[in-house]
């Protein structure tokens, strides 16, 4: 009975190592994800920079609205263009803006 116990205790052994191991193993997976956590501030800096970008990209956008309604444009050349070019009115409308109501420099810019 003796080598049995032996025999129980060696099992016990290796088990006990294997189990050492399996724990060295999980705690450097646990130390990898630790070291990864974000802090709580600077996500919240991140989202407040990403939203002030947003608004800023809004009022730009706004703002360059405004000025190309402000431009004046002959209905006669939005006309030629979505006749000849055979656009939709909103495009040749925009585009005459973009180019402050020069025709001419539309046209080029649509033809390209």
Excluded: C, F
């Amino acid at each position: 009975m003796e080598g049995g116990e032996e025999a129980a205790a060696a099992a016990a052994a290796v088990d006990s190592k294997d189990l050492q191991q399996q724990s060295k193993a999980l705690d450097k997976l646990t130390d990898r994800v630790e070291d990864r956590q974000l802090d709580s501030t600077r996500v919240q800096s991140a989202m407040a920079a990403l939203a002030s970008s947003k608004e800023a990209d809004w009022n730009a956008m706004r703002m360059r609205e405004k000025e190309l309604a402000a431009v004046k444009i002959n209905p006669i050349d939005v006309d030629i263009i979505t006749n000849e070019l055979e656009l939709d009115k909103k495009i040749a409308e925009r585009t005459l803006r973009e180019h402050k109501g020069d025709a001419v420099a539309a046209v080029r810019y649509l033809l390209r």
